[in-house]
Structures are given as structure tokens and as C-alpha cells.
């Protein structure tokens, strides 16, 4: 049976915990089966990307990485 979370996209949270402890954003996604959420502009990561026809010289680029959803916090009237 799937796990049931109080948390949906597009809710808006505050980070409890983390690097981040302290913002309020909005979620991006939940992913249930490792119990973490993706929040939008938390946890950003640089992500090395290889040269394809879309960006024909490679690079890098920032990415949201998921965060335990113990971490956050649902945010009531925002």
C-alpha cells in the first residue's frame, strides 16, 4: 500500500532543516516511494550535462535535488 503524505505539488513549505533551513517555497514534486519532496530553488546542485544536438557544447547545469520530507514543513495561508 502506497504511503500517504500531508504534502502535495504545488504546496507551499518551509525548509525545517538543511542548508536551506528557513526558506519557504513551492513544491515541485513528491516522490513517494523514497519519502522526499523536490522544492523549488533548495538544494540546487551543478549537474554536468554531455554535448548533444539541443546543446551542441555541453556545460553545466543547476538542478533541485529531493530533500527528506521529514525536513519540511506545510505552510497554512500562503
Known sequence: ?????????GDSVKIIAGDDK???AK????LTKSSKVIVEGC???KKAIKPDDKNP?????NKEMPINISNVAKVEGE
Open 57 to 61: 557544447n555541453g556545460g553545466f547545469v
Open 27 to 30: 513544491v515541485l514534486q513528491v
Open 1 to 9: 500500500m502506497a504511503t500517504k503524505f500531508k504534502i502535495k505539488k
Open 22 to 24: 528557513g526558506k519557504v
Open 43 to 45: 538544494k540546487v546542485a
